[in-house]
């Protein structure tokens, strides 16, 4: 009868296996300083790459890198958007003395800001 170590390492994955019974099974965790929630541009980044990109979906959820990865575009695209709101306020003169004065098309005005900073955002980080 052959003996079957409880445990061994694929050399070309890097994987360690663990006997169960009769099988191996891969002994995968996921790292502990991960744990971090993912707003609305990551959710909708990993909608994308799971239609659209696979191998880079399916390489970060094994790596267990999918929640950094998904964490640090949705971080991007916070800080993208408010940079791109501000830029655009300040070129269209949309001012907080516009916003004092004149309450509703400071309101229609930032909204369509918005509105464009988000296709922007959307187009270079989130569908990319």
């Known amino acids: 009868m052959i003996e079957l170590k409880n445990e061994y390492v694929d050399k070309r994955t890097g994987i360690t296996y663990v006997l169960k019974g009769d099988y191996y099974y891969p002994n995968l965790s996921i790292p502990k300083d991960t744990n971090f929630?993912?707003?609305?541009?990551?959710?909708?980044h990993i909608r994308y790459i799971k239609?659209?990109?696979r191998v880079l979906y399916t390489d970060l959820l094994l790596d267990g890198?999918?929640?950094?990865?998904?964490?640090?575009?949705?971080e991007k695209c916070k800080e993208l958007l408010e940079s791109i709101i501000t830029k655009l306020a300040k070129k269209e003169n949309v001012t907080e003395e516009l916003k004092a004065n004149h309450q509703l098309e400071w309101v229609a005005r930032m909204k369509n800001i918005k509105q464009r900073a988000e296709e922007i955002v959307y187009n270079e980080y989130v569908y990319n």
Do not use: F, M, P
């Not at 929630?37 to 909708?44: E, F, L, P, V």
């Open 51 to 53: 239609e659209n990109k």
């Open 37 to 44: 929630t993912i707003g609305r541009y990551g959710k909708a």
């Open 65 to 74: 890198k999918l929640n950094n990865y998904l964490h640090s575009i949705d």
